[in-house]
């Protein structure tokens, strides 16, 4: 560890070097998600003869799941290993990923994959998160998350806006894939060579924390016994788990409504977009406003957005909607790393953050499922009105649980 850079004190300011790298390794950690996000369900299609909805989700099941598991061993682990290992090892899950996907001949290795996905996505994304929280302190701690996931989101976004282009011009492999070649390769090497430990800024903070409150169980306290982070625990699964349906579902009902690759392509890629680029400006709202109204607002947006999905008839229309997915979801997701880091002592943040992670991503697997078996039963739809009337639901629950602060 370079001992001048341990003696820098936690600020964005004081920081803005480290944490700008964080920045742009997690654009790299997005981009490997986004490389998947536009021309799944068509590759499925194409490749392996898919036709069930709830089998071509398959996929996003095993993403979430594997994603879920990654986010609570690394929360638990940050402390004790380090937050650069963690990251360092992400990446090197992520390396055979988009091989795989090149060479495969079998449905069973793409499950695979994205097995290996969710696990680096686990490792990668949370260890960012921890990290800029440890660099910044409590100042400017919203507006850090905001750029964070603006960072991550945004490459979401754009890498699927690519892909699917690539799809349209190419055919949908292999050469989507090889972006993701090129971004797992550039996030390893900025890992390793240039990222910096941050477990010190999180140690010092603790020293001279004045009143300092152990629980004693993190995991329990996060997941239900704390009114406060469980109400954020329980919407950020249901905010994943619209997040998993949308992944899914809509490049299957632009298929259905004969949009083309690049169609879908742009479609897919405004909500995230949108969430990412939204998030420059929402981010720092939890700093100033309260946090109960934004996630309250936040989720009920996204509910009211997908009950008018399935009503779309055209492409602006679809592209209009996609919008205002984005920015509800930007209203609470860094709203919600934020609300954790708040309401968690110190010492006990990256396993309350890691239990949040988890819980939050096994919604992808939740939404993957639910809305695969009802797609295949009430239509795709029907399957999108269901998750809209349980994001409502979720907003309801924020109003009623989160106190009043």
């Known amino acids: 560890m370079n001992p001048s850079y341990n003696k820098h004190p936690q600020g964005l300011k004081e920081n803005w070097q480290q944490f700008t790298l964080l920045v742009i390794v997690n654009a790299f950690v997005g981009g490997m998600v986004g490389m998947e996000r536009s021309i799944f369900p068509k590759f499925a299609h194409e490749q392996f003869g898919i036709e069930s909805t709830s ?3 398959s996929f996003i099941t095993a993403f979430g799941i594997s994603k879920a598991l990654a986010n609570y061993v690394a929360g638990r682990f940050a402390n004790r290993h380090g937050r650069r290992i963690l990251l360092i090892w992400g990446w090197i899950i992520a390396l055979p990923v988009p091989f795989i996907l090149i060479s495969t001949l079998h449905w069973n290795w793409v499950i695979f994959a994205n097995i290996l996905l969710g696990v680096s996505q686990g490792l990668t994304w949370s260890s960012t998160v921890i990290m800029k929280i440890d660099l910044v302190g409590e100042k ?19 890498i699927a806006l690519f892909t699917g282009w690539i799809a349209q011009e190419y055919g949908t492999t292999p050469y989507p894939f090889v972006i993701g070649i090129v971004l797992s390769i550039l996030g390893f090497s900025f890992s390793v060579l240039w990222v910096k430990e941050t477990k010190h800024f999180n140690e010092a903070e ?26 954020v625990t329980q919407a950020g699964l249901v905010n994943n788990l619209n997040d998993g349906m949308i992944w899914g579902l809509l490049p299957m009902l632009l298929m259905d409504l004969k949009f083309n690759d690049t169609q879908i392509g742009w479609s897919a890629a405004i909500y995230p977009a949108v969430w ?3 998030q420059l400006f929402t981010g720092s709202w939890a700093d100033k406003f309260s946090i109960k109204r934004i996630l309250f607002w936040g989720m009920f947006i996204q509910g009211i957005g997908l009950l008018l999905l399935p009503i779309a008839a055209d492409f602006v229309s679809v592209i209009t909607i996609s919008a205002i997915l984005g920015f509800g979801t930007a209203m609470v997701y860094p709203t919600f790393l934020t609300a954790i880091a708040q309401n968690t002592a110190v010492i006990n943040r990256a396993e309350s953050i890691g239990t949040f992670r988890l819980w939050r991503d096994l919604g992808y697997a939740l939404g ?38």
């Open 55 to 57: 089998a071509i989700l």
């Open 140 to 158: 400017n701690r919203g507006f850090a998350m905001g750029l964070n996931e603006f960072s991550g989101y945004l490459s979401v976004g754009l």
């Open 206 to 231: 603790t020293k001279n924390t004045d009143k300092e409150i152990l629980v004693n169980s993190v995991f329990w306290d996060t997941t239900w016994r704390n009114h406060g982070l469980s109400s």
């Open 276 to 278: 990412g680029i939204c």
């Open 368 to 405: 993957a499922i639910i809305s695969g078996i009802l797609a295949d039963r009430i239509g795709i739809g029907g399957s999108i009105s269901v998750v809209a009337l349980l994001t409502i639901f979720s907003a309801i629950t924020v109003k009623l649980r989160f106190p009043n602060t």
